[in-house]
Nanobody, 125 residues
Framework: EQFVESGGGLVQAGGSLRLSCRPSKYNLNNWNMGWFRQAPGKAREGVSCIGGEGGRTRYADSVKGRFTISRDYDRNMVYLELNNLRPEDTAVYYC???????????????????WGQGTQVTVSS
């Protein structure tokens, strides 16, 4: 894996977590970055992405208003803030690189070529 995710854990419904993604090899500041998740028995889905500097953010409808993606150019990190968590948010969360530097990012999995190992988020009811 080229990225290392952290920050997952067990939280009660309504709680919050902050996921972090750091590169083991790449400079994240050169690429669009995305967060995906995969729940047991389900396909991996796009959660959020962020374009290049000044780039726009995008969110899946299921997380709009609850999750916030951001990037720290000085620290070469990407974050995903998860608020008002629900049991259906339970999944392994992955950060990934879209090999583009653009204002608009893509939430389709096929647009990403490099992935982390994932971090588990479990939300209890």
């Amino acid at each position: 894996e080229q990225f290392v995710e952290s920050g997952g854990g067990l939280v009660q419904a309504g709680g919050s977590l902050r996921l972090s993604c750091r590169p083991s090899k790449y400079n994240l500041n050169n690429w669009n970055m995305g967060w995906f998740r995969q729940a047991p028995g389900k396909a991996r889905e796009g959660v959020s992405c962020i374009g290049g500097e000044g780039g726009r953010t995008r969110y899946a409808d299921s997380v709009k208003g609850r999750f916030t993606i951001s990037r720290d150019y000085d620290r070469n990190m990407v974050y995903l803030e998860l608020n008002n968590l629900r049991p259906e948010d339970t999944a392994v969360y992955y950060c990934a690189r879209e090999p583009k530097w653009s204002v608009l990012c893509d939430l389709r999995e096929s647009s990403y070529d490099t992935w982390g190992q994932g971090t588990q988020v479990t939300v209890s009811s």
